[in-house]
């Protein structure tokens, strides 16, 4: 039949928005866009999210909607003569009442491609719908930004994958009287192979219809799906924002104290290839978020992060698992941080001041003369190793930077540490 030629998944794609899986904060009744729709009127918009979420799709209808002539173009081939074509024909009559440009991958345009993309914008002629799979507030222009909504497309749902399969099977039923079954979890087999991305599951379904068909039925089982080594994408762009979500969210999970979470993103990381990024962060977790609490986390993960670097993967991905929850179970304390950046934040408002004259250094002929040292005392001369005399600057004498966390360590800590100026 001549119409499978086309993706099943391009065959099946929806016209209404009622028909788009998911997405439903952006194309749910009474949403923006589905008020824009029903009043037959869009304006400029960037849709930005995963591949196979429904950017695409949604442009398309929002168009058909507006009742206007819809040019596509990519941002990976298309250049600025070809915004210059579509821009030649708003004076004909296929342009009478306005077009839409569909820019995919708007990304790729440089930032005179974007400007010339603008300057055709300005007086309503076109309407902007673009899209990209990276943060646009990166990518975009911030003139075109200013003049466009923007919305952001989330990973399409394991359960809606589900009944978008369940649709594709009625769908091939319909057209090529093939009977579907869904045996065993092969259902959600696929649904979960995409990884959120909705048309790569329906792709992996029509693949194995496509083998399992007899005599007018596909039987899809287990054993079939996983014989197709089917599984979710890694999109793991080092340069990409969804990089940097992926370690911030890493590194949150650490100092949460959630050694599931902080497993699985490092799992996703080393999936990904990113082991420099993973061991970065560890060590920096382990001084940032538990610092004092459990000061000998810090020689701990360098330890582990030695060993990880040293064999390499797969088999770094020991160490680390051991170094991730070892940080998410140990206690937390931020209070050698907080101090560093409060003695920074004095230093960089200019409350530097002079070092005191008794702290100054002495090993130098004519410096007594200059009265450096004056006044040092030795503590190791006195009990408990301690003399009570101003090291801080006198504009800053009365400053404390540090103040004792409430872990079992620092406390610790804050008794000897009264103990020995009790007195002075």
């Not at 609490?293 to 040293?310: E, N, R, S």
């Amino acid at each position: 039949m001549e119409s499978t030629l086309v993706p099943l998944a391009e065959r099946m794609r929806p016209t209404t928005l009622s028909q788009v899986v998911g997405q439903r904060h952006i194309v749910g009744p009474g949403s923006v866009l589905s008020r824009m729709v029903e009043q037959q009127k869009i304006s400029n918009m960037i849709f930005f999210g995963p591949p196979g979420t429904g950017k695409t799709t949604v442009a398309n209808i929002a168009a058909k909607a507006a009742g206007k002539r819809l040019y596509k173009l990519n941002g990976t081939t298309s250049s600025t003569a070809d915004v210059k074509q579509i821009v030649e024909e708003l004076d004909s009559l296929l342009g009478v009442d306005g077009v839409v440009v569909y820019l995919d991958e708007i990304q790729y345009f440089n930032k005179k491609q974007q400007q010339t993309l603008l300057s055709y914008m300005e007086n309503g002629r076109i309407t902007l719908i673009a899209s990209t799979t990276e943060n646009p507030f990166f990518y975009v222009y911030p003139a075109i930004l200013s003049r466009s909504a923007v919305f952001e497309f989330k990973p399409v749902t394991e359960d809606d994958i589900k009944e978008d399969l369940e649709r594709a099977a009625r769908f091939i039923q319909a057209e090529q009287g093939i009977a579907v079954e869904f045996q065993g979890d092969s259902l959600s087999l696929l649904a979960a192979a995409g990884g959120g991305d909705l048309r790569r599951s329906i792709n992996c379904f029509e693949l194995a219809v496509q083998i399992a068909a007899e005599d007018s039925k596909a039987v899809l089982t287990d054993e079939l799906i996983k014989s197709m080594s089917v599984g979710a994408p890694i999109f793991h762009d080092k340069d990409g924002d969804s990089h940097y979500d992926l370690l911030s969210a890493f590194q949150k999970s650490l100092r949460g104290s959630d050694e599931n979470a902080g497993v699985y993103y490092l799992a996703r990381l080393l999936e990904g290839g990113d082991l420099i990024g993973a061991c970065r962060r560890l060590m920096v977790t382990a001084a940032e978020d538990i610092g004092l609490a459990y000061p000998q986390a810090l020689p701990i993960v360098k330890a582990a992060v030695d060993m990880a670097l040293q064999v390499g993967l797969p088999e770094a991905r020991i160490p680390l698992a051991d170094a991730v929850i070892l940080l998410c179970t140990s206690p937390k304390s931020n209070s050698g941080i907080c101090a560093i950046d409060a003695a920074l934040e004095d230093i960089r408002s200019g409350r530097a001041g002079n070092i005191p004259d008794n702290l100054r250094d002495t090993h130098y002929d004519g410096a007594k003369k200059l009265g450096h040292g004056k006044g040092y005392v030795y503590p190791h001369s006195y009990p408990g190793h301690y003399y009570e005399q101003q090291y801080l600057p006198d504009a800053l004498k009365d400053r404390k930077y540090y103040q004792f966390g409430d872990n079992k360590t620092e406390q610790a800590a804050k008794v000897y540490s009264d103990k020995i100026k009790d007195g002075h």
